[in-house]
């Protein structure tokens, strides 16, 4: 950052000042998102415009909706308490990746990820993400490290009657589309996190981009 980009827009050097650090288990990620409003506090009367989406954490679930018109309701797994708990409060899409290279972990532990072809990721807070999760077979539950898994049927290799709400909502939302994330994760029995080796080269479709996070 340039001297004169403080001179000309100052609250850049403001943004320096208050902002807060993100948690340890995400520290190390190179991209942050837009400081979250009302952190960890959420009001049923906060009247949103347009597009926005609400997740539950409580029930596992994504609303989407268009002004207060609900439009549709996704299954999802969030993040794995109380290590990888998903963070709750209001953030803002900051960052969109069509296919995602995301690893990071102590690496050489059980606790470590390499998962090549994420599709459909929507940055919302450092490196969380709402993205599609092929490898998942049970929404509903708490599954991640963190980031808002969802249903979809990109690259996944059993696809079945799988509806692709990854996909949807990556096609609905734009950057700066409101989240809301409310409740409180369910207890779960304590187990791995279970993530696909990296496998061989694969054919991608023609939106394949890359981007890439260290923390899920």
């Known amino acids: 950052m340039k001297l004169w980009h403080l001179v000309l827009f100052p609250s850049l050097m403001l943004g320096m000042i208050v902002a807060k650090p993100l948690p340890i288990v995400y520290g190390g990620d190179a991209f942050r998102s837009p400081l979250p ?19 539950d954490l409580s029930c596992q679930q994504l609303d989407v909706y268009n002004d207060q018109r609900l439009l549709r309701v996704m299954p999802i797994s969030s993040g794995v308490p109380p290590k ?29 990820w390499d998962v090549e ?37 990109t690259f996944n290799p059993d696809p079945g009657d799988i509806r692709d709400d990854a996909k949807w909502l990556y096609y609905y939302t734009e950057i700066g589309t409101p989240v809301v994330i409310i409740g409180q994760t369910p207890p779960i029995t304590k187990v791995p996190l279970q993530y696909p080796d990296p496998g061989p080269p694969v054919a991608l479709p023609t939106f394949a981009r890359y981007g890439a996070s260290l923390t899920r």
């Open 117 to 153: 072809h994420v599709p459909w990721a929507q940055y919302i807070y450092g490196g969380i993400a709402i993205h599609g999760a092929w490898w998942n077979h049970q929404f509903g539950v708490p599954r991640s490290h963190g980031c808002i898994q969802l249903p979809t049927r």
């Open 84 to 112: 990888w708990t998903t963070p709750d409060g209001t953030f803002w899409i900051f960052r969109k990746v069509a296919d995602d290279h995301m690893k990071g972990g102590i690496r050489g532990s059980s606790d470590s």
């Open 37 to 55: 409003a009302n952190h960890g506090h959420y009001s049923s009367s906060l009247d949103f415009t347009g597009k926005w989406l609400k997740i």
